[in-house]
């Protein structure tokens, strides 16, 4: 007999949520098969089993907590399962022809994310007549509400109900380092105001030319191209503050901000300074994508040393991002506005201009290192054609 132990899935994690399990007793269970979902303090990550044989006890119910390295259940090695995939497929109702164990192995085959199952379960939605539109079909907290208002009677408008909502791992993370960060770390502020318009008439030109990029070029892969460029120009920003002194990085890993339903995920792009243009909007692509599917590791998540957070996406003209410590610095980035700009000849004209705000921290770099990094991002987003060489 095996036992399954809560496993340490990050640096920082001490204990994890079990969301779901997705095997029951007396199911087979393959060695590296997935056997239940774990919320940690970053994401919501897959359990794998280490053993293979049937899965005889759960000790852990879902909802529960438990301390990295509490056993969560057995695994009998030599045990034989008690019913097969497809005698459970068989017990079915004469009318429909899919029993109740039927339809519950249906459900828990539904790609959902931990939010939208619970939300399903508080409002009585059946998950699979969802449809999802995440990542693959993955049913998010949204499509669930929209399933149940859908549902409901428009005879009479819904009341008005409040309810107080438990913190979640990442939501508890992150509101325990944001405090840290704001009481802790002395922030001062740059921002900077450049013309996009040669962002946007390279991004163009790359888009209609090269069908094998793999990909459209985005406005924010430009600036993390350039972001990594800059911090080789101004590496002092790029470094971490220590009891023992201030740490200065070898490397750039380039960390970006994803918003997921559950908070807030920044995976990073290591060794970003080496890479092309092409191989930053590739990798940045990929690991957004398995960011919002939480299929990423939790090496890809942590130990950055710069950190830059776009908002622009949401309408948002400029900001000041909040440093994530051991950083000295984090980018906030808004949108391109389109407005009335004054030209080189005095003229009054219509053109495009990017909000850049570099949050700074004021123990680790003065205004001159943090301008000097700025002047580095303008002129490389200004003359983008930097960014290819």
């Not at 009318?95 to 519950?104: K, L, M, P, Y």
Request: proline fraction near 5%; charge should be negative.
């Amino acid at each position: 007999m095996a036992e399954i132990t809560m496993p340490k899935l990050s640096d920082t994690m001490e204990d994890g949520l079990v969301v779901r399990w997705l095997k029951s007793i007396g199911e087979a269970v393959s060695r590296g098969e997935v056997v239940a979902e774990i919320e940690t303090d970053k994401a919501t990550m897959e359990m794998e089993s280490l053993e293979a044989g049937v899965l005889s006890e759960i000790y852990v119910e879902e909802g529960q907590r438990v301390s990295v390295g509490q056993p969560m259940a057995a695994i009998d090695a030599g045990g034989q399962p008690l019913q097969s995939a497809e005698a459970v497929a068989e017990i079915a109702s004469p009318e429909t022809g899919v029993g109740t164990a039927g339809r519950a192995a249906a459900s828990q085959r539904v790609k959902a994310s931990p939010r939208a199952r619970k939300a399903a379960g508080e409002m009585n939605v059946d998950l699979a007549g969802v449809e999802g539109s995440g990542p693959s079909g993955r049913i998010l907290y949204r499509d669930v509400l929209a399933a149940g208002r859908a549902g409901e009677s428009t005879d009479q408008p819904p009341a008005a109900v409040s309810r107080r909502v438990p913190l979640s791992s990442m939501r508890q993370l992150i509101a325990e380092r944001m405090v840290e960060s704001k009481t802790r770390i002395p922030h001062f502020y740059l921002q900077m105001e450049i013309d996009a318009e040669p962002l946007l008439e390279l991004q163009g030109q790359v888009n209609s030319a090269v069908e094998e990029w793999g990909g459209k070029l985005s406005v924010n892969d430009m600036v993390l191209k350039a972001a990594a460029v800059a911090l080789t120009r101004a590496p002092q920003l790029n470094a971490s503050f220590t009891g023992e002194g201030i740490l200065r990085h070898g490397q750039v890993d380039l960390e970006f901000a994803v918003s997921l339903e559950e908070g807030l995920l920044t995976p990073v792009i290591r060794k970003a300074e080496s890479k092309s243009l092409r191989q930053i909007s590739r990798e940045a692509r990929d690991l957004i994508e398995r960011a919002r599917a939480q299929r990423l590791n939790p090496d890809e998540y942590r130990g950055g040393t710069f950190t830059v957070s776009n908002l622009g996406a949401r309408g948002i003209d400029s900001f000041q991002a909040i440093i994530d410590p051991p950083q000295a610095a984090i980018l906030g980035v808004g949108a391109i506005v389109k407005k009335p700009v004054v030209d080189k000849d005095d003229r009054i004209r219509p053109g495009h201009r990017l909000n850049l705000t570099l949050s700074c921290d004021h123990r680790v770099v003065d205004g001159a290192v943090g301008a000097e990094f700025m002047g580095q991002m303008r002129r490389l987003l200004q003359q983008p054609a930097l960014l290819l060489l």
